[in-house]
């Protein structure tokens, strides 16, 4: 047989459920609105089953490096949202993506290289991480309006994700925690959804949940800094747990804070 079905099985597998949770994350995020989208969008929906299916096969050494590097990668993607926010007011869907993808892997490249312990690489990461979403708010106020699905939406989506979860999974042996890391949290959601809605939606209604999705994906580093100091001593999976509960609490707390009505002003 050309094919090791006892291997592959398992592969094809993984591939599938979470190309499914992210199929259902993103169609729900679509049809919810900027901020609301953003926040369902910017939770650990690949890098978390991603994460699972590593801890199946390595132990809290290898997750807590791993989560070090998704850390570190959370700077270009919060990069890679700003460039995209900025050049999709006025260019379509190739330029704004491609060039938030050069931006993205030279920033990759740069803090990757970085020999930063944790205390470094979190205050560079969130200086980001905050500066970026403060940068790109104003244009968060498009509103979204409802598209019409396309026959290829769904398919394109799920073999996105499928594709990073297997290369992560079945390359995570040969790569090392490192790119492990770097590759869980690959802005593959964000980029199938801008790459699928700017042509739907427009640039300027695309850029509003990218905007608030920058908000989110503070949320999302914070999670990848609980897995590095979480796992070592807790253990794997309450230490994912408690990783998954920061992502979850705070994108919780945004909400209700972007939310709240206004006070009317005193006389």
């Not at 090791?4 to 919810?32: Q, W």
């Not at 980001?128 to 979204?144: D, F, K, Q």
């Not at 990848?224 to 253990?235: I, R």
Request: include cysteine.
């Amino acid at each position: 047989m050309p094919f090791d079905i006892p291997v592959l099985l398992p592969l094809l597998t993984k591939m599938a459920v979470t190309a499914a949770f992210v199929v259902t994350a993103t169609a729900t995020a679509e049809r919810a609105g900027p901020l609301l989208g953003a926040m369902i969008a910017t939770l650990p929906v690949s890098a978390g089953p991603a994460y699972v299916f590593l801890a199946l096969d390595h132990d809290a050494a290898f997750i807590a490096a791993s989560g070090l590097s998704s850390l570190k990668a959370n700077a270009p993607s919060g990069l890679f949202g700003l460039v995209f926010v900025y050049l999709a007011q006025s260019r379509g869907v190739v330029v704004s993506v491609g060039t938030a993808f050069l931006v993205w892997a030279a920033a990759t490249v740069a803090i990757q290289a970085a020999p930063w312990g944790v205390g470094t690489t979190s205050a560079v990461v969130f200086a980001v991480m905050i500066g970026c979403a403060i940068l790109a708010a104003p244009y968060g106020r498009a509103p979204i309006p409802l598209a019409r699905r396309r026959w290829w939406d769904v398919p394109v989506r799920a073999l996105l994700v499928a594709t990073l979860v297997g290369l992560v999974v079945t390359g995570s042996s040969r790569l090392g925690a490192g790119l492990t890391g770097l590759l869980s949290v690959f802005p593959v959601v964000l980029s199938s959804m801008t790459m699928i809605l700017q042509p739907r939606l427009g640039g300027p209604a695309t850029a509003a949940l990218m905007a608030h999705a920058l908000v989110g994906l503070i949320g999302f580093a914070a999670s990848c800094l609980t897995v590095h100091l979480a796992v070592p001593p807790l253990g794997v999976w309450p230490g994912l747990a408690a990783a998954l509960a920061v992502s979850v609490a705070f994108n919780l707390v945004v909400l209700l804070l972007r939310r709240r009505p206004a006070r009317p002003a005193r006389r």
